[in-house]
T-cell receptor, first 115, second 110 residues
Framework: QQQVKQSPQSLIVQKGGISIINCAYE??????FPWYQQFPGKGPALLIA?????SEKKEGRFTISFNKSAKQFSLHIMDSQPGDSATYFC??????????????FGEGTQLTVNP | NAGVTQTPKFQVLKTGQSMTLQCAQD?????MSWYRQDPGMGLRLIHY???????DQGEVPNGYNVSRSTTEDFPLRLLSAAPSQTSVYFC?????????FGQGTRLTVV
């Protein structure tokens, strides 16, 4: 049972464009939604995270949009750069004191930013 | 400050062999987890621990054992390796603000 569904599986964007990756979740008890970035041969690294009390969070070129009623959230990468080429994972967990300890991941999106 | 350290980085096992994947963290986090990563499936939780002496099963625990005798270490044991356990394994250490992952162990079972 895939509780977090991610799309698209792969994405090709031109330099300077906007990359958008979408996720949908099923478990309404989830209340912590991080995005991870993974380069080949490396572990996932926390990029940005949101809790459902806000609808948007922005950090530099990265923005999470959150729609609680639709049970969906998305990552927007503005002014995409070749260095952003990586695999991106959305995730969800029930936080309390344990945010990140029991993450449910989406399937991943391989982003390629062409120069 | 090394963060989360996993050893070995690569391992080839024969079917039926056992081995232990090591994980150590130096951030004094109470929570540690093991995930496996397979193509097209994201990362799936194997086992996790909320403190020394306390462990619990995740989504895909069969064939794996864990123990947590110290805050720093959280080893993952494969009891009798099977080809289905060929995967990349990640250990994570976490607090309320998120999880930090190690570099991974790429395991091949032949």
């Amino acid at each position: 049972q895939q509780q977090v569904k991610q799309s698209p599986q792969s994405l090709i964007v031109q330099k300077g464009g906007i990359s958008i990756i979408n996720c949908a979740y099923e478990n309404t008890a989830f209340d912590y939604f991080p995005w991870y970035q993974q380069f080949p041969g490396k572990g996932p690294a926390l990029l940005i995270a949101i809790r459902p009390d806000v609808s948007e969070k922005k950090e530099g070129r990265f923005t999470i949009s959150f729609n609680k009623s639709a049970k969906q959230f998305s990552l927007h990468i503005m002014d995409s750069q070749p260095g952003d080429s990586a695999t991106y994972f959305c995730a969800a967990s029930i936080s309390g004191a344990t945010s990140g300890s029991r993450l449910t991941f989406g399937e991943g999106t391989q982003l390629t930013v062409n120069p | 400050n090394a963060g989360v350290t996993q050893t070995p980085k690569f391992q080839v096992l024969k079917t039926g062999q056992s081995m232990t994947l090591q994980c150590a963290q130096d951030m004094n986090h109470e929570y540690m987890s093991w995930y496996r990563q397979d193509p097209g499936m994201g990362l799936r939780l194997i086992h996790y621990s909320v403190g020394a002496g306390i462990t619990d099963q995740g989504e895909v625990p069969n064939g794996y054992n864990v123990s947590r005798s110290t805050t720093e270490d959280f080893p993952l044991r494969l009891l009798s390796a099977a080809p289905s356990q060929t995967s990349v394994y990640f250990c994570a250490s976490s607090y309320w603000g998120g999880a930090f992952f190690g570099q991974g162990t790429r395991l091949t079972v032949v």
